[in-house]
């Protein structure tokens, strides 16, 4: 079966440090990727999805990026954080379509 | 621009009740619906839908999905406290993206 690993499960940044969030799949191969952030109260947003090594799709224009140098890591990146990317940041992953998205155990980002 | 808009936002009901989410969608090239649970972390899978009409049961949960009106509609019968909840709905459209609505937050009362 499929499983995402996300960490660190929490984290407290400074205004104006950089990120690296980190998702790594296993049990799979060739997934899609997404990563979706939930601010308080709120539903998820997509921010990017990668079908595949290398190709990163942007769905909100922002101060984050994302990479995918291998088949199973997704990174989540930011040279410069701000406050409003406080949030639930969350991992997932699509093989077998039928069985839904498998989601990891998310990140709870605070920028103080 | 692709949406997706849950309703209502919050429900609180006692336990025993039956309650009825609703989630309609505006994307291009729809692929399925999917309905998740979630409770503190991860979002958990519910349901998938892709066909009109298919009623699709878990238990005391069912959902169904209306392509023509672009709806669905998910049910939970004999409510528990165990049922409170953030119920997500999200779909699934073509070029692989998965577009989430702010989901609604049920609350049981025991």
């Known amino acids: 079966s499929q499983t995402i690993h996300q960490w660190p499960a929490t984290l407290v940044q400074p205004v104006g440090s950089p990120l690296s969030l980190e998702c790594t799949v296993e049990?799979?191969?060739?997934?899609?990727l997404y990563w979706y952030r939930q601010a308080a109260g709120r539903g998820l947003q997509l921010l990017f999805y990668s079908v595949g090594i290398g190709q990163i799709s942007s769905e909100v224009p922002q101060n984050l990026s994302a990479s995918r140098p291998q088949d199973r890591q997704f990174i989540l990146s930011s040279k410069k954080l701000l406050l409003s990317d406080s949030g639930f940041y969350l991992c997932?992953?699509?093989?077998?379509?039928?069985?839904?998205?498998?989601f990891g155990s998310g990140t709870r980002l605070t920028v103080v | 621009e692709d949406k997706v808009v849950q309703s209502p936002l919050s429900l609180v009901v006692h336990e025993g009740d039956t309650v009825t989410l609703n989630c309609s969608y505006e994307v291009t090239n729809f692929r399925s619906l999917l309905w998740y649970k979630q409770e503190k972390k991860a979002p958990t899978f519910l349901f998938m839908l892709?066909?009109?009409?298919i009623e699709k049961k878990s238990g005391r949960l069912s959902s169904i999905l209306d392509k023509k009106e672009l709806f669905s509609i998910l049910n939970i019968t004999a409510t528990q406290t165990g049922d409170s909840a953030v119920y997500l709905c999200?779909?699934?459209?073509?070029?692989?993206?998965?577009?989430f609505g702010k989901g609604t937050r049920l609350h049981i009362l025991p």
């Open positions: 997932a992953s699509a093989f077998r379509r039928r069985y839904g998205y498998t």
């Open positions: 892709t066909s009109s009409g």
């Open positions: 049990g799979t191969s060739n997934p899609n």
């Open positions: 999200a779909v699934e459209a073509l070029g692989d993206k998965i577009i």
